[in-house]
């Protein structure tokens, strides 16, 4: 149930953000916050990670079924792991994030801009912070044999 509060919340965080963005920005627009290195840029992405696979929407809305599946399944066989339960909630909540845009406006609203990494999302950094957690248990949890 952890799993499901988390990836619950960050969905919604997600979603929240993004619809403050859209609503008082315009498309392409770019506030600068520190400027020359962290400006809020209003953007949508029609693909994945530095935009590669453009305009396959039904490709990353499956891989997120498909993660929500394998949860479904595997959820009893989960270890009882504050890390392993937090890194899974943020990696669904963030694909959950990310597919909700593409199934509703058919891009991903992005928005955090650092000048030199591609322009994210509160989605964004729950699939990289939850995939580094599980990595994380992963390599100081495994048995060497």
């Keep these: ?34 400027p020359d290195f962290f400006h809020l840029t209003y953007i949508v992405n029609r693909g994945a990670a530095f935009g590669v696979l453009e305009n396959q929407q039904w490709l990353f809305l499956l891989v997120a079924v498909i993660l929500f599946l394998l949860y479904g399944v595997f959820y009893r066989n989960i270890p009882r792991s504050r890390l392993i339960h937090c890194g899974l909630g943020l990696l669904l909540g963030g694909a959950l994030g990310n597919a909700l845009d593409r ?43």
Excluded at 107 to 112: E, G, I, K, N
Excluded at 117 to 130: L, R, T, Y
């Design 1 to 34: 149930m952890q799993v499901i509060i988390i990836a619950a919340v960050l969905t919604a965080a997600d979603q929240a953000v993004k619809a403050v963005i859209q609503r008082s920005m315009f498309l392409h627009e770019s506030i600068p916050v520190i």
């Design 103 to 145: 199934a509703l406006k058919g891009a991903v609203v992005d928005f955090f801009d650092f000048r030199v990494w591609p322009v994210f999302n509160v989605a964004d950094m729950g699939i990289v912070i939850g995939v580094l957690l599980l990595l994380w248990y992963s390599w100081t949890h495994s048995s060497t044999k």
